[in-house]
């Protein structure tokens, strides 16, 4: 079993805590079948002096949250796609959880037991709405863990005031802008970004869903994650159905948690298109 990244220093008050869902997406990425995947897809050896060698593929976590996910692709590259080399990245909403997951993602590759596998190229943890920092074509593996607990309605700030952002990662009301009250409602605000989806828990992974014929390279793939009340079985009808229903896009069920019962069930749903020879 791959290591799990040290998380020891995020603070969970502002940021999404590794859980289960979190911990299904290490073992399903790392499982035998995904990481045949992955290796047969992106890591393509060149048998003869014309051949062109494969593009270094570009792996993005949409809201890393603490970053564990991202980190541990990074840390085991070799492990997990057959080369060290890879790009990573990752774009969160939250700002704390940009800080998080790029501290999270340097004390993976810098540890003693991963230095033989890991990558060296992670491109930082951007501020951003799910795919929109990402240019077209551009992203070969994406992963994203949604909110996706069924809610009355998405979160929103108390009085529709825009989120802060400074980029030192402290907001106004760290430097006396603001009232610690104002700075408890923003920190409850991104947390509940973190996990309320809306209707039928869906509303964001939606427009996730609909940003993949742009943001996704040829060959690219998603992971995303569903609960049983996301409606599974409807959701992947409308993957297959993007871009009119004649992009070519297949999605499997690549990895479920162990409940049977109850919304809690979990799978992960890879997402990707046949790379034509």
Same mark, same amino acid.
């Given at each position: #079993? /791959?290591?799990?990244?040290?998380?020891?220093?995020?603070?969970?008050?502002?940021? *999404?805590?590794?859980?289960?869902?979190?911990?299904?997406?290490?073992? @399903?990425?790392?499982?035998?079948?995904?990481?045949?995947?992955?290796?047969?897809?992106?890591?393509?050896? +060149?048998?003869?002096?014309?051949?062109?060698?494969?593009?270094?593929?570009?792996?993005?976590?949409?809201?890393?949250?603490?970053?564990? @996910?991202?980190?541990?692709?990074?840390?085991?590259?070799?492990?997990?796609?057959?080369?060290?080399?890879?790009?990573?990245?990752?774009?969160? #909403?939250? $700002?704390?959880?940009?800080?998080?997951?790029?501290?999270?993602?340097?004390?993976?590759?810098?540890?003693?037991?991963?230095?033989?596998?890991?990558? +060296?190229?992670?491109?930082?943890?951007?501020?951003?709405?799910?795919?929109?920092?990402?240019?077209?074509?551009?992203?070969?593996?994406?992963?994203?863990?949604?909110? *996706?607990?069924?809610?009355?309605?998405?979160?929103? $700030?108390?009085?529709?005031?825009?989120?802060?952002?400074?980029?030192?990662?402290?907001?106004?009301?760290?430097?006396?802008?603001?009232?610690?009250?104002?700075?408890?409602?923003?920190?409850? *605000?991104?947390?509940? /970004?973190?996990?309320?989806?809306?209707?039928?828990?869906?509303?964001?992974?939606?427009?996730?869903?609909?940003?993949?014929?742009?943001?996704?390279?040829?060959?690219?793939?998603? *992971?995303?994650?569903?609960?049983?009340?996301?409606?599974?079985?409807?959701?992947?009808?409308?993957? $297959? $159905? /993007?871009?009119?229903?004649?992009?070519? !896009?297949?999605?499997? +069920?690549?990895?479920?948690?162990?409940?049977?019962?109850?919304?809690?069930?979990?799978?992960?749903?890879?997402? !990707?298109?046949?790379?034509?020879?």
């Amino acid at each position: #079993m /791959l290591p799990t990244p040290d998380t020891s220093h995020v603070a969970y008050e502002r940021v *999404y805590e590794p859980a289960e869902d979190s911990f299904l997406f290490l073992d @399903v990425l790392s499982s035998a079948s995904e990481t045949a995947f992955l290796q047969s897809r992106f890591h393509t050896t +060149t048998t003869t002096q014309t051949s062109s060698p494969s593009p270094v593929p570009l792996v993005i976590e949409i809201g890393p949250g603490s970053g564990v @996910v991202i980190a541990f692709l990074t840390a085991h590259a070799h492990s997990l796609f057959g080369t060290r080399s890879i790009l990573t990245g990752a774009v969160d #909403m939250n $700002r704390h959880a940009c800080a998080a997951t790029t501290e999270t993602v340097r004390r993976a590759i810098t540890s003693p037991a991963n230095t033989s596998t890991a990558s +060296t190229s992670f491109l930082g943890a951007v501020q951003g709405d799910l795919a929109t920092p990402l240019r077209d074509h551009s992203v070969d593996v994406l992963v994203f863990n949604p909110p *996706y607990v069924p809610t009355a309605e998405l979160p929103s $700030r108390e009085g529709g005031s825009p989120s802060h952002v400074d980029g030192d990662g402290d907001g106004d009301n760290a430097r006396g802008g603001g009232s610690a009250r104002d700075a408890f409602a923003e920190d409850s *605000y991104l947390l509940a /970004l973190s996990y309320a989806g809306g209707r039928d828990g869906m509303e964001t992974t939606d427009r996730l869903l609909d940003s993949l014929p742009r943001v996704l390279s040829a060959r690219g793939c998603a *992971y995303i994650l569903l609960c049983a009340q996301n409606k599974p079985a409807e959701v992947k009808e409308r993957i $297959r $159905r /993007l871009g009119g229903g004649g992009g070519g !896009w297949r999605v499997e +069920t690549v990895g479920s948690s162990g409940k049977q019962a109850g919304w809690e069930k979990l799978q992960i749903i890879r997402i !990707w298109r046949d790379i034509e020879s």
